[in-house]
């Protein structure tokens, strides 16, 4: 598990060895939602309709309906758990 900061814009740096494990590259479009209080981002994801974001020099903007409704406000500090069987990263405020 890494431990990761979301910046007061909404964005997030993924590690370059997670982007390796998932196979996601600079301009990949990444799908965004949430379980609960977890936020999950998606790598080929079959609903278009959910959030998305783009991959950029390993950065990634949190939307902020989501980062509001997940109460991640300011500059907070996640716990990021990749799964490479589902293609997806994990992102849970830590208290």
Known sequence: MLTRKLYNNGQIIIPKKVTKLLGIEDGYVLSIYHIKDTIV?????KDKYLNQATLYNGNLTIPSELRKLLKMDGEALLEMEVCTNRNKIYLKKIA
Do not use: S, W
């Not at 981002?41 to 994801?45: G, L, P, R, S, Y």
């Open 41 to 45: 981002i998606e790598k080929d994801h």
